[in-house]
């Protein structure tokens, strides 16, 4: 379990001294954090239809089978170790699709769960390891295998059109900050050395070290802008953008970065009646960075490769019936990605420690 989980759950809420806001909406937002803290899963799985559990997948025939990677379901959000294995089955039980694999010599489908982002880049930079992966955006923008990016998953927040669906990154603050600005006065620019300034040296909620628009973005931008090295000395890695809000919201770090559409998704999610703006504060917003990839073997690329094209219809057809949550698959390319890629060889200069971990 995440720290940020343990810390969230472990946390209460207090009020802050000399609020301007009325008792009843203090307390309403302190039930609706301490129940979103006591219900909010790591892995989001809230998000995901409840569908019945299958029974173990029957063993695959001897063979070389055709692997599948991904993280696994604590750091890889709604797209569960369920929601894998249903896949499997759905991917082997494809007609067309198992005469291409037949014929490139795949005797079936395997899942391959890793343990991190560490070993699913190695996993991916090894040329016979992995023939399809769903990973994070910036492990195929550091990956050194050859493949190419054939999907990209599209939660309800993320903005853009095909081959280029990106998300917001933000860096918030609660109203117990001292870089809080009352409603009333947020056209009045917090000037952003004092941002970089918190940032290094407050604890700070972050998704985790390999997000874009939680981690790489926002120290980019705020180093770039301030002038400051703006790194995090005290980060809390919670491992997903909700996870920053609850931690934040409850005053377990002060400051947080996270996708923006996160912030609407809590108070959405947990029916919380107090305005956002009297809780949280958006002091900066990053450049769009591309959302998650589904990537193939170039050389099983759909515009070249038969299997590839089955591959290509089969995952499209499985996420209709069987979408995680709101997600869904939009078509993409590699050249969405080459601003991240710039972005991580930007922040790969810093003199920082900053490999994920």
């Known amino acids: 379990m995440a720290v940020g989980h343990i810390a969230a759950n472990r946390l209460s809420v207090h009020r802050r001294a000399g609020t301007r806001r009325s008792a009843g909406g203090g307390a309403t937002l302190i039930a609706a954090v301490v129940l979103l803290t006591a219900s909010l899963s790591l892995g989001g799985e809230g998000l995901a239809p409840q569908i019945p559990p299958l029974g173990p997948a029957e063993p ?3 063979g070389r089978l ?26 082997e039980s494809d007609r ?44 195929f923008c550091r990956q050194t295998g050859q493949y190419t990016a054939v999907f990209q998953l599209r939660g309800p927040s993320d903005r853009g059109r095909p081959p280029y669906i990106f998300q917001s990154g933000v860096v918030i603050v ?43 973005y926002p120290c980019n931008e705020l180093t770039t802008r301030s002038g400051l090295l703006a790194f995090p000395n005290r980060p809390i890695f919670c491992g997903s953008s909700e996870e920053v809000v609850k931690m934040v919201m409850s005053d377990a770090a002060g400051m947080g970065a996270c996708e923006r559409g996160a912030i609407e998704e809590v108070f959405r999610r947990y029916d919380i009646k107090v305005p956002v703006e009297e809780v949280l ?25 038969e299997l590839g094209k089955r591959l290509k219809d089969a995952l499209m057809r499985f996420f209709a019936a069987n979408r995680p949550g709101q997600i869904r698959l939009e078509d993409s ?8 890629r710039a972005a991580c060889d930007e922040f790969d200069k810093f003199p920082v420690e900053m490999e994920p971990r």
């Open 174 to 216: 609660n109203s117990r900050s001292p870089l809080f600005r009352e409603p009333k006065t947020r056209d009045q620019q917090v000037p952003v050395r004092l941002i970089a300034r918190d940032f290094a040296t407050s604890p700070v909620a972050l998704v985790s070290r390999y997000s874009a628009p939680g981690y790489i």
């Open 281 to 305: 504060d958006v002091l900066l917003t990053t450049p769009g960075s591309p959302t998650d990839p589904v990537a193939f073997r170039s050389r099983f690329s759909p515009d070249r490769s």
């Open 333 to 340: 390319d590699n050249e969405a990605f080459r601003g991240l």
């Open 66 to 91: 055709f692997s599948v990677g991904h993280m696994r379901a604590e750091t890889s959000g709604t797209l569960t170790e369920d929601w894998f294995r249903r896949l499997q089955r759905f991917l």
């Open 96 to 139: 067309e699709l198992r005469k291409a694999l037949a014929e490139e010599g795949y005797s079936g489908v395997s899942m391959v769960s890793a343990e991190g982002y560490r070993d699913l880049v190695a996993r991916m930079d090894q040329p016979s390891e992995l023939d399809c992966a769903f990973c994070p955006a910036v492990a």
């Open 60 to 62: 695959p025939a001897p």
